[in-house]
């Protein structure tokens, strides 16, 4: 699967970028018909530790999922984005049969 990664107001290192990626392409397992996804990762400036925001839209045929998530580091926000992303994908694909 095609994802593209966009950073906002800061510069994403490599690892974080490959993690992404794996743990996106794990949704193809569910749902074989996805067609591209955009990840968006913003960092806003709070005292809040729950700074890191997650954002994740999959385009799938006629339609498209989207999932924001808010958290302490880009990789729990990938791991719980990716949780509600399959159970989406799952249940489309329950309606599609």
Same mark, same amino acid.
């Given at each position: 699967?095609?994802?593209?990664?966009? &950073? /906002?107001?800061?510069? &994403?290192?490599?690892?974080? =970028?490959?993690? *992404? #990626?794996?743990?996106?392409? +794990?949704? !193809?397992?569910?749902?074989? +018909?996805? *067609?591209?996804? !955009?990840?968006? =990762?913003? /960092? !806003?400036? @709070?005292?809040?530790?729950?700074?890191? *925001?997650?954002?994740?839209?999959?385009?799938?045929?006629?339609?498209?999922? *989207? /999932? +924001?998530?808010?958290?302490?580091?880009?990789?729990?926000? /990938?791991?719980?984005?990716? &949780?509600?992303? @399959? @159970? #989406?994908? !799952?249940? @489309?694909?329950?309606?599609? +049969?």
């Amino acid at each position: 699967m095609k994802v593209n990664t966009q &950073a /906002v107001n800061f510069n &994403a290192d490599q690892k974080l =970028l490959d993690f *992404i #990626q794996k743990r996106m392409n +794990k949704l !193809e397992m569910y749902y074989d +018909k996805v *067609i591209q996804s !955009e990840v968006y =990762l913003k /960092v !806003e400036n @709070r005292s809040n530790k729950l700074n890191k *925001i997650f954002e994740a839209k999959i385009n799938v045929p006629g339609d498209s999922l *989207i /999932v +924001k998530k808010q958290c302490k580091s880009f990789e729990e926000g /990938v791991d719980t984005a990716v &949780a509600s992303l @399959r @159970r #989406q994908l !799952e249940k @489309r694909k329950q309606k599609l +049969k």
